[in-house]
């Protein structure tokens, strides 16, 4: 199997100053190419250091795609750290060296001197067209390692690797299948309860039963090669079984987006009003495209669950909206939901304790709990189950 790498460049990166999402993408990107990677790395800007893991990973990888460090200024080491490495010297590349002129010049712009050290690559490198920016990027074979230089733009960095870097690989490789990978996600339930309640479960050959927790969020990935498609899928009932009313959702769809699209199918309309959560159910449902008829955020307030109850079927009304769901204000450490239907208006009161989770965790926890809410009204489900370390402390239907 290749070994496929990645080296992340910049103090901004090293230091957690931001976060690394082009990594992650790329990750999940070549996983779904059949090329997992088998290491990251990050290195700050430093010429010595960069120069150094090139010529470690030269010896070790099949493929490394270096990101960042392609920029104009000084701190943009990649391009000089890779001549380095490979004892020649940098050239500017005439035609990127025009693309640039011509790129500042359709904008009204005159390009700044500096510009012109993004058009300097290493003597025995193939120039990789970069086709939304400036930062020229290339590739050059170290020792056993075919390197691939990319700017950190996202947008840049993820159209060169879709437009330029993959056609390459599977020009030059042999790529196997990409692995299967059948996923679904869980609410409420702890990751430790989940793992002892599957042990028992006897895998494929070759397959594994991974773990994503994301808090609220708990998710179970059986992953294995292509050939043992059926297995895992004669395994996978026993997987749901377990996660029981704990699953939300299988796949990648994410619950904002399922509510979505339930809502779209139905044709029904949803008005949302937040005081605990502040905003943060209408934001993702917004991200997934749902169509709201209203949202508000009230200022916090102790509510009771009878209050949120009459608020919701008001909310409803006065909106002229098939679904009204109402997050209530914090009283006593209970926060309670409210949804109004056409069959009727339902409330549960939750209960998690202060001290171990912060605000912002809380928050997340409850925009989960009512997109779950939305979700089991869906499904004819009774709003109140099992939610594992969420407490259920009123339950209401009307």
């Known amino acids: ?35 997992p990677m088998s290491r990251r790395n990050t290195v700050g800007d430093s010429l010595p ?4 893991v090139l010529k470690e990973r030269s010896h070790e990888a099949d493929v490394l795609i270096v990101n960042g460090g392609l920029g104009p200024t000084s701190d943009d080491l990649s391009a000089l750290a890779a001549a380095t490495a490979a004892g020649v010297e940098l050239v500017e ?26 058009a300097l690559i290493p003597a025995n490198s193939e120039m990789i067209d970069n086709p939304v920016g400036t930062a020229c990027g290339f590739a050059l074979t170290l020792n056993r390692c075919l390197m691939f230089f990319t700017p950190g733009v996202p947008s840049e960095f993820k159209a060169m690797v879709d437009k330029q870097i993959m056609p390459r690989l599977r020009e030059r490789f042999t790529l196997p299948e990409p692995p299967i990978c059948l996923r679904l996600t869980t609410f409420g339930r702890s990751e ?14 070759g397959v594994v039963m991974g773990y994503r927790s994301s808090m609220p969020i708990i998710e179970l990935k059986l992953t294995g090669p292509a050939g043992q498609r059926e297995a895992m899928e004669a395994v996978w009932p026993e997987v749901r079984r377990v996660a029981g009313e704990s699953l939300i959702f299988e796949g990648t769809e994410g619950l904002p987006a399922q509510i979505a699209r339930r809502l779209g199918e139905r044709s029904l309309t949803l008005a949302v ?3 605990f959560t502040g905003g943060l159910l209408t934001l993702q449902l917004n991200r997934a495209q749902a169509v ?13 669950l009878a209050e949120a109850l009459a608020s919701s079927a008001e909310w409803r009304l006065n909106q002229q909206s098939d679904l009204a769901l109402v997050i209530s204000g914090e009283e006593d450490q209970q926060i309670n939901f409210a949804l109004s239907t056409p069959d009727g208006t339902f409330g549960l009161g939750v209960k998690f304790g202060t001290s171990r989770h ?15 809410v939305l979700r089991r009204w869906f499904n004819g489900q009774p709003l109140e189950s099992e939610h ?9 239907s009307l």
């Open 49 to 52: 250091d960069l120069v150094a």
């Open 1 to 35: 199997m290749l070994k496929v790498e990645m080296l992340s460049t910049g103090d901004e990166v090293l230091y957690g100053q931001i976060t690394d999402t082009n990594a992650a993408w790329l990750a999940d990107y070549f996983f779904h190419q059949g090329l």
């Open 292 to 304: 709201l008829r209203a949202s508000r955020v009230l200022p916090q307030a102790p509510e009771t």
């Open 192 to 205: 430790s309860e989940l793992a002892q309640s599957l042990e028992p479960l006897v895998l494929p050959k």
């Open 358 to 372: 912060a605000l912002a965790i809380r928050q997340e926890v409850c925009a989960m709990m009512a997109l779950n």
């Open 93 to 118: 590349h005439a035609e990127w060296l025009t693309y640039m002129e011509q790129f500042f010049a359709e904008r009204g712009r005159v390009m700044a001197p500096s510009n012109r050290k993004q």
């Open 388 to 396: 594992g370390w969420i407490k259920v402390v009123e339950s209401v």
């Open 273 to 275: 009003s937040e005081q």
